[in-house]
């Protein structure tokens, strides 16, 4: 079964400041993704950012890129120039391709609250 | 485009009554799911579906029933309501292979007395 971690409940930044938010996974797949969804007051859950396994670069959205080691089967978030509007739950997330190839279950952490200071 | 629609979006329910909790999808995903939000808890599974007539178990599925008749709808029941049951439900869709960015509806708040 896979695990993702957060364990940071709570952040905090300052307008225009960069932040990085922590992810850590554990899983024996070999072939799998890795999201990080926003989730703002509104509830709506809001894919930021995906990462393809196989792949070595790191993803980048505008503000928002990754930094993947898959190694040490950490996936960390960094939000440059943060704005009001990042202000949001942010949730990590793994999904597994199985033996067909075919998706697999979506699984997330806990979550952590992000608050961008005026 | 509708994307995915659950209804409603809030719900309180007493002690051992039933209700359905309304998902549809216009994407012709195949992979649809339920996940329940507490505080502290993230986004649990409960259950989900590769297609219509196949429905499995996620990690929370005690107290839920679902069923998937056609494509489109994937409705989840409560067959008799309990406060443990009070959460956020949120029904999500997506393709069982290519595009991998799962759909998600606005989520339903149900209090359960």
């Known amino acids: 079964a896979q695990t993702v971690t957060q364990s940071q409940p709570e952040m905090s930044v300052q307008e225009a400041e960069t932040v990085t938010l922590s992810c850590t996974y554990d899983?024996?797949?070999?072939?799998?993704?890795l999201f990080w969804y926003k989730q703002p007051p509104s509830r709506q859950m809001i894919l930021v950012i995906r990462?393809?396994?196989?792949?070595?670069q790191n993803a980048t959205e505008n503000r928002f890129s990754v930094n993947f080691q898959k190694a040490a089967k950490s996936f960390s978030l960094k939000i440059s120039d943060s704005q009001l509007g990042d202000t949001a739950m942010y949730f990590c997330?793994?999904?597994?391709?199985?033996?067909?190839?075919?998706?697999?279950?979506?699984?997330f952490g806990k979550g952590i609250t992000l608050s961008v200071r005026p | 485009n509708a994307g995915v629609t659950q209804t409603p979006k809030f719900q309180v329910l007493k002690t051992g009554q039933s209700m359905t909790l309304q998902c549809a999808q216009d994407?012709?995903?195949?992979?649809m799911s339920w996940y329940r939000q507490d505080p502290g808890m993230g986004l649990r599974l409960i259950h989900y579906?590769?297609?219509?007539?196949?429905?499995d178990q996620g990690e929370v599925p005690n107290g839920y029933n679902v069923s998937r008749s056609t494509t489109e709808d994937f409705p989840l029941r409560l067959l008799s309501a309990a406060p443990s049951q009070t959460s956020v439900y949120f029904c999500?869709?997506?393709?069982?292979?290519?595009?991998?960015?799962?759909?998600f509806g606005q989520g339903t708040r149900l209090t359960v007395v």
């Open positions: 990462q393809e396994a196989y792949k070595q």
């Open positions: 579906s590769v297609g219509a007539g196949i429905t």
């Open positions: 899983t024996s797949e070999s072939n799998y993704y």
């Open positions: 997330a793994f999904m597994a391709l199985d033996h067909t190839g075919a998706n697999s279950k979506l699984t």
């Open positions: 999500a869709s997506r393709r069982q292979r290519m595009n991998t960015e799962a759909f």
């Open positions: 994407m012709n995903h195949e992979y």
